[in-house]
């Protein structure tokens, strides 16, 4: 018997390995507090030292739309509590209610999973399916709170790939380097070239380095 989240191994009939159950766990700890510092990101360019009350009052248009998607319906808390009502009903249980704000739903939902999580690892068939799909929702999360360094574009890639193919793809200057690296054909660009690439005024197949 494999785990139905990872594949390792288990000794026993679960479901879960106790890798994937402590993540289960922990990420379902982690997303109620975390949907709170959602709301300090509707606003583009915002900052983290506002409270989250103040900031879903005041906060002007236009907010992130990716930020609002995922604290509105449809978005954290219809996962969470999709996955509770699977639970509950695979438990042979009566639906558990959606009432009060967002919030408080995000904060039932993830609650009553985590109170469930021991049977849930141990017997419940879609086990693996929600591990995945909670540790994407934990991943789309933290990549809102923490986005990637904003990267410089600089053009396309100009190296001939042979017979006359140029490889075209996007080129972009991360963060704090000053490397330009063609994620498709690996040819390397020195800032010399760059305000060719920028232009389209392409490089000779012998500039790029």
Known sequence: MNCTACTAPLTDTAQLCDGCTRGLDTRLGELPGQYLLLATHLRPGAGRSDGPVALVREAPMPVREDVLDMRAAGGMVTTLESWREAMQEARGWGRPARTGSVERRVLAAARGLRMNIEWTAAEFVGAGDMAR?????????????????PTLGVGTCAADLGQGDICDAPL???AGTATVRCRRCGTDYPPSTWLALATGAWAPAGAAA
Do not use: H, K, Y
């Open 133 to 149: 799909e909670i540790r994407t929702l934990s991943g789309q999360v933290r990549a809102l709170l923490d986005p990637a360094p």
């Open 172 to 174: 972009r200057v991360p």
